[in-house]
């Protein structure tokens, strides 16, 4: 089943901050969190393990909560080059498809 | 990170024609190839999941035998699209798994049936 991301977009000023919700109603082994820019292939930002572990860059972090089925991508500071499209994707067991939401449109202003 | 190639990057083709897509893991070995199709504005939409030396496992919905997929080594798999026409006309992107538990993507390929 496909998760469920929110917002659906987000319009931000350079060095404001934004958070990307994605949700499933099944029990999950994993989510892995990509970026994708308009005319391009998605490239890979994290994955996170169910036993709830937090993980992240300087200013990009993302974590899971095993209970709720939830994880969030926390962007801080947000700089131009973070415009794009954000893709969730998750995956019930270890070595499974990975199954992508609908993704969440974030466009940074200068 | 793992790169993943894929040719075409782009291709036209008159409808009623076949189309083979090429996906390559350059330095890895990928057991399992991923194919995705995207259309403008929305999600990656799994096709099939391919399985070196094995047949493809196709989604629901995907009609196997329009979606010709082959994954003949550890580094290659490729996709056919037969007779296509104009409504399959969409970004196809591959990915391919590592043994590090995530996927990585190919540059995709836009084809455009006329």
């Known amino acids: 089943q496909q998760p469920v991301q929110s917002p659906q977009a987000v319009i931000l000023r350079e060095g404001e901050d934004a958070v990307i919700n994605c949700s499933s109603s099944?029990?999950?082994?994993?989510v892995h969190w990509y970026r994708q820019k308009h005319g391009e292939a998605p490239v890979f930002l994290m994955i996170l393990l169910k036993g709830g572990e937090q993980k992240g860059h300087e200013k990009i972090s993302a974590s899971f909560n095993e209970k709720k089925q939830q994880s969030s991508l926390y962007l801080t500071a947000s700089q131009l080059s973070y415009s794009g499209t954000y893709f969730c994707?998750?995956?019930?067991?270890?070595?499974?498809?990975?199954?992508f939401g609908k993704g969440t449109r974030l466009h940074i202003l200068p | 990170g793992a790169v993943v190639s894929q040719h075409p990057s782009r291709v036209i083709c008159k409808s009623g024609t076949s189309v083979k897509i090429e996906c390559r893991s350059l330095?890895?070995?990928?057991?399992?190839m991923f194919w995705y199709r995207q259309f403008p504005k929305q999600s990656l939409m799994l096709m099939a999941t391919?399985?070196?030396?094995?047949?493809?496992?196709?989604e629901q919905g995907v009609e196997k035998d329009k979606f010709l997929i082959n994954h003949a080594s550890l580094t290659l798999s490729t996709l056919t699209v037969t007779s296509a026409h104009p409504e399959d006309s969409s970004f196809y992107i591959c990915?391919?798994?590592?043994?590090?538990?995530?996927?990585?993507f190919g540059p995709g390929t836009r084809l455009l049936v006329l």
């Open positions: 099944k029990a999950l082994y994993s």
């Open positions: 391919s399985n070196e030396g094995s047949k493809a496992t196709y």
């Open positions: 990915s391919a798994r590592t043994g590090q538990e995530t996927q990585y």
């Open positions: 330095d890895f070995q990928a057991t399992t």
């Open positions: 994707g998750t995956e019930l067991r270890r070595d499974d498809k990975i199954i």
